[in-house]
């Protein structure tokens, strides 16, 4: 296993577009966490997964943010109708819940809406 | 929600210069992360802190957790360009499942 993988790395959209971006954690990972880091920023969480259950999610994610995690692996964040606002580079990670502390980072996924 | 503060914001230094960088806030933390994060890609954990008054170091990386665990700072000896990036600190609350992450220090080491 390579590690935390995220498609696509880089995404230019229109704005008022759907885009879906897509996460694979460690394989024997079973939380899987998004953040979002604009520029300037350290990253900010958005919600996480244990397995495929959905715990937590930030009051950042608005109405037009979904994710899932539909069979405790990989998991999908989508946002709909896109804003200019939502220009950032998406991070996905992954833990295991016994080390949930410890976490590993993909690449990301930088989205530009223009 | 705690506040936390990573000072400077912005560091650019010759190669072979010594350099630190800090990380505090008015809240006790349960431990406290360090991670580099370098262009493009995501941040890294280098290091847990955990005791106060602790002291870790990384080859030329030194890290202290302050006596009170609120404050930390990174201790770069020797600087070498590879060491550039983001130095991002982040407080490890037990209650917490995510992790919170300073606005980082982007350290630049010019060759």
């Known amino acids: 296993d390579t590690g935390v993988s995220q498609d696509p790395r880089h995404k230019i959209t229109k704005r008022g577009q759907n885009v879906t971006f897509r996460c694979d954690p460690i394989?024997?990972?079973?939380?899987l966490y998004w953040y979002r880091q604009t520029l300037g920023q350290g990253p900010e969480f958005l919600t996480y997964f244990q397995n495929e259950a959905q715990l937590e999610k930030s009051r950042l994610l608005s109405d037009r943010f979904s994710a899932e995690r539909p069979k405790g692996s990989f998991s999908t964040l989508e946002i709909q109708r896109t804003e200019q606002g939502d220009s950032a580079m998406y991070l996905c990670?992954?833990?295991?819940?016994?080390?949930?502390?410890?976490?590993?980072f993909g690449a990301g996924t930088r989205l530009s809406v223009l | 929600t705690q506040l936390l503060e990573q000072s400077p914001q912005f560091l650019s230094i010759q190669e072979g210069e010594n350099l630190t960088v800090y990380c505090n806030s008015s809240s006790v933390f349960s431990s406290l992360q360090w991670y580099r994060q370098e262009p493009g890609e995501g941040p890294v954990l280098l290091v847990t802190?955990?005791?106060?008054?602790e002291v870790k170091k990384l080859k030329r990386l030194t890290f202290q957790f302050g006596d009170a665990r609120k404050d930390s700072s990174l201790h770069i000896t020797a600087a070498q360009p590879g060491d550039t990036g983001l130095y991002l600190c982040?407080?490890?609350?037990?209650?917490?499942?995510?992790?919170?992450f300073g606005k980082g220090t982007r350290l630049h080491i010019l060759p």
């Open positions: 394989s024997e990972h079973n939380r």
């Open positions: 982040a407080p490890v609350m037990n209650r917490d499942d995510k992790i919170i």
């Open positions: 802190v955990v005791t106060g008054g």
């Open positions: 990670a992954s833990s295991l819940t016994i080390a949930k502390n410890i976490q590993y």
